[in-house]
């Protein structure tokens, strides 16, 4: 009994100071953002949210965003850049709540769960400064405080990533129509904030339903779960004419690596330090996921043992793809932006790497003393660099800290 109470008074202590320190990062966040409002992206407090008021406030804007920021303007001045501020912050804590969420679903306990969606909130590329002297520029992060469109996307996203595989673990059996038209009108409103992920998302999606259909998922279900890109498509069409029209002297080419060595001297060197820790995780787990995966097929399971793990890394691949073979041409040139759907493959990579990791070491038959201290070691690393990341850019420091 003395023990029940140890362990109850433990588990409250944790809480509380989990709340605490939750309450002050989303007061910091508050902060941040609202500095950001305030200063071009030449500036201290530099990032992409004030470029983005100006074309939404301009008329222009080809995210949903856009919209809102034009809804809010019609507060004064002060309660519109709080306004956006607070919304930015209620986004990214939903995300992260969103992500304990699914963590916990995975038969995790309280205090690890909150403690694995401490690491996923932070987690940066692992800095090396002989490699590439900024901290963000160069390298490709999960973790983004300055830009917009990414942080309301990062959420939208992982809310249909946990709905798609709420629904693929099911659908051998039954299927809810009610779940496919929230899951479609969540992929529209997704890609109506930023294209980046269903361009990720969408060939995976593909492909794993010609894997379902093998497995047995009837026609029909598939077909169904096919059709709910339909709205998708729209308003990426819609988006196409606002980004790529013919006025705008915009497009899309195939010009290999260009991206990877846009701002980066050693890209190679860099993409690793970005996803180092799920590499590590990947290397002890991909022959017992593939074994397993085989026998899914051979003994006819009607669903995917590691799905979650499978999907996080096709999308990685699809996402590293695009992001060194495409980049835009125009204005937009030097932007960048098919990296921000890599960075988001990122971030699931790293939760499902994790969540992997935990389970490795609890089953100590498979894993040793050395793989847990040099992952622990790794993930450590990996939250120090965002943590000094997010520490200097409240102190005003632009994102290309060294």
């Not at 002050?24 to 004030?50: A, K, W």
């Not at 799920?278 to 995917?304: H, S």
């Not at 921000?340 to 699931?348: A, I, K, R, S, T």
Request: hydrophobic share 55%; proline share 3%.
């Amino acid at each position: 009994m003395n023990n029940e109470k140890r362990d109850k008074a433990i588990n409250y202590a944790f809480v509380v100071l989990t709340t605490m320190a939750f309450t002050f990062y989303c007061f910091e966040l508050v902060l941040l953002h609202y500095n950001q409002t305030q200063y071009p992206i030449t500036g201290m407090y530099e990032s992409d949210l004030f470029a983005h008021i100006e074309m939404a406030l301009d008329g222009w804007g080809y995210s949903i965003l856009a919209v809102i920021f034009r809804l809010l303007s019609l507060l004064p001045t002060f309660a519109f850049n709080l306004s956006i501020a607070a919304f930015l912050c209620i986004c990214e804590a939903a995300t992260i709540a969103v992500t304990y969420i699914f963590i916990r679903t995975k038969g995790l306990g309280l205090k690890t769960s909150i403690a694995l969606t401490a690491f996923s909130a932070f987690v940066m590329p692992m800095f090396v400064r002989s490699i590439q002297p900024y901290r963000y520029i160069g390298y490709q992060s999960p973790s983004i405080w300055h830009n917009s469109t990414y942080i309301v996307m990062k959420l939208c996203a992982f809310i249909c990533i946990c709905l798609y595989l709420s629904i693929a673990e099911n659908y051998h059996e039954k299927i809810k129509a009610v779940d496919l038209i929230v899951f479609s009108l969540l992929l529209a409103v997704t890609t109506s904030v930023k294209t980046n992920f269903i361009l990720v998302f969408a060939p995976v999606a593909l492909m794993f339903l010609i894997v379902d259909l093998i497995l047995k998922v009837p026609f029909k279900r598939i077909l169904l779960c096919a059709l709910t890109v339909i709205p998708s498509i729209a308003v990426i069409l819609f988006q196409e004419i606002v980004l790529f029209g013919k006025d705008t002297g915009n497009g899309i080419v195939i010009d290999p690596l260009y991206s990877v060595y846009l701002r980066a001297e050693k890209p190679y060197f860099t993409m690793i330090l970005s996803a180092a820790f799920p590499v590590f995780v990947l290397l002890v787990n991909i022959v017992p996921v593939l074994k397993d995966t085989i026998a899914d097929f051979k003994e006819k399971r009607k669903t995917l043992t590691h799905r979650a793990f499978l999907l996080s890394w096709a999308m990685w691949a699809v996402g590293f793809m695009e992001l060194i073979l495409l980049r835009e041409t125009g204005a937009r040139e030097l932007d960048d932006n098919f990296a921000w759907g890599y960075d988001f493959c990122l971030f699931v990579l790293f939760v499902v790497s994790l969540i992997y990791f935990i389970k490795n070491i609890k089953n100590k038959k498979v894993i040793t003393t050395v793989y847990a201290v040099v992952g622990s070691a790794m993930i450590a690393y990996h939250t120090y660099c965002g943590i000094y990341f997010f520490v200097n850019l409240t102190r005003g420091l632009t994102f290309f800290m060294q």
